[in-house]
């Protein structure tokens, strides 16, 4: 995966980085509200 987007050229650089930081912010979103639903269930037990 790394390895293609290295390989595109610098003009796509920034369209790549924009790409990749909205996965990883809908990913960590997931996680945290996952999170955070165990532990609203921790809290109630």
């Known amino acids: ?3 293609r987007i290295h ?11 924009a790409l990749l930081l909205g996965l990883l912010r809908h990913e960590t ?3 945290q509200g996952s999170a955070r639903s165990r532990h609203s269930e921790n809290v109630h037990e």
């Open 7 to 17: 390989q595109t050229p610098i003009a796509s650089g920034a369209e790549t980085r």
């Open 29 to 31: 979103r997931q996680w």
């Open 1 to 3: 995966m790394w390895a």
